[in-house]
C-alpha cells in the first residue's frame, strides 16, 4: 500500500492520486492568478501551489476533484508543502472513488452509535434523557457522518461523533473523580454542544459552512433545537434553560465565540473537555507526521507553536 501524503518527507518525490480539499485563488506579485489547493488522502492534507493557472485550470481542479500529482515536498514558513511539477484531472477509466481518499474517524460508527446509547440510557433525570435522545434520533444519520470542524480538530469524516465519544468518555473519568458533577447534565451537554454542527456545515467531504452556518452558528442553532424539542415533547422548567446554557458557554469566552461564559459547574467542565479533547485530537495528529526528536509544523489554533517529539517516545 503506498503511504500517505502527510508521511512524506522534505525532498521525496511524490506521485500520488490526491483529492482537492479546498480552493483559493490569490494573484501573485507578478500579477498572475494563482491556486492555493488543500490536497488529501486517507492519512491527511497538505497544501500545494499552482501558479501561473490559466482560466481552464480553474474551471477544472474543483474541490472534490482527484487529481494525479507528480512534484516533491518542501519546507515552508514552519510546515510542509508539496511542490507540483505536473498535475491533471484522474480519468474515468482509473476507477477512483472519492470516498477511498477521505479521512475517517479510528471507530465506526456502529461502535459510536453503541457507546453514545449506553450514556444516555445511563440519564436519571427523564427530562434531560428525553430531550438529547429526541434530537439524537433527529440528527443521527448526519451527526454519524459529519467532521466537527472545517479545519483545526477532527476534521474529517464521522469526526464529530467521534470528538462526542471521546469527550464522553473524558466526562465519565472526571465525574467519577468529582461525584458532585451532575452527571446526566454533563453528558447530555456533550452529546448536544456541537450538534447543531450538522446544520451549521455543509457535510463530511469538502466542508464549508451553510448559508444558516454563517448566519446564525452551531450554538445559536442548537439552543433553538433544544427548545423548540422541549415544545414538542411537554417538557419545561429549568433543566431546558440549563441545557441551552450550556450549549451557549461552551467555547468559554466571548473571544472564543461563546455568547455566555460558564455560570453552571458543569458547562465550566464542559468547556475544559471540549477543549481538551480538540487540543489532543491536533496534537496527536501533528505528531504522527515527524519522527521523534523533530519538532512538528507549527500549529495555529496552539498559538503557532511547534511541538516538540521526544526522543524516546516510539
Not at 3 to 19: A, P, R, S, T
Not at 215 to 228: C, K, P, T, Y
Not at 237 to 265: A, D, N, R, T, Y
Request: charged share 25%.
Amino acid at each position: 500500500m503506498a503511504k500517505g501524503i502527510i508521511h512524506y518527507n522534505v525532498g521525496e518525490q511524490v506521485d500520488l492520486f490526491l483529492l482537492i480539499k479546498s480552493v483559493t485563488k490569490g494573484i501573485a506579485s507578478n500579477g498572475k492568478p494563482f491556486l492555493t489547493l488543500i490536497l488529501q488522502d486517507r492519512s491527511g492534507e497538505i497544501e500545494a501551489k499552482l501558479w501561473d493557472v490559466s482560466k481552464e485550470d480553474e474551471e477544472n481542479y474543483l474541490p472534490q476533484q482527484i487529481v494525479k500529482i507528480f512534484g516533491d515536498i518542501h519546507h515552508y514558513r514552519g510546515r510542509n508543502q508539496l511542490k507540483i511539477r505536473n498535475i491533471r484531472l484522474a480519468e474515468p477509466h482509473e476507477n477512483l472513488n472519492v470516498q477511498d481518499f477521505v479521512e475517517r474517524a479510528p471507530l465506526s460508527q456502529e461502535e459510536m452509535v453503541e457507546k453514545i446509547t449506553k450514556y444516555i440510557f445511563e440519564m436519571k433525570n427523564p427530562n434531560i434523557q428525553r430531550i438529547t435522545r429526541f434530537l439524537m434520533n433527529m440528527h443521527q444519520s448526519a451527526f454519524l457522518l459529519y467532521p466537527a470542524a472545517t479545519k483545526n480538530h477532527h476534521e474529517y469524516v464521522s469526526g464529530l461523533a467521534y470528538h462526542v465519544v471521546s469527550m464522553l468518555d473524558l466526562a465519565k473519568a472526571i465525574a467519577d473523580f468529582y461525584p458532585s458533577l451532575d452527571k446526566d447534565l454533563l453528558y447530555a451537554g456533550v452529546i448536544l454542544h456541537d450538534l447543531g454542527k450538522v446544520i451549521e456545515l455543509s457535510g463530511p467531504i469538502s466542508t464549508s459552512y451553510t448559508v444558516e452556518g454563517n448566519l446564525l452558528g452551531h450554538i445559536s442553532i442548537m439552543v433553538n433545537e433544544i427548545g423548540e424539542a422541549a415544545k414538542e415533547l411537554g417538557i419545561s422548567g429549568e433543566e431546558v434553560v440549563i441545557l441551552q446554557h450550556m450549549v451557549l458557554s461552551h467555547h468559554g469566552k466571548p473571544e472564543w465565540g461563546s455568547p455566555k461564559m460558564p455560570m453552571v459547574k458543569e458547562a465550566e467542565i464542559l468547556h475544559h473537555i471540549d477543549n481538551i479533547d480538540a487540543k489532543m485530537n491536533m496534537l496527536d495528529r501533528a505528531l504522527e507526521r515527524v519522527k521523534p526528536g523533530e519538532f512538528t509544523e507549527r500549529i495555529f489554533a496552539l498559538d503557532n507553536r511547534s511541538f516538540y517529539k521526544p526522543s524516546f517516545h516510539r
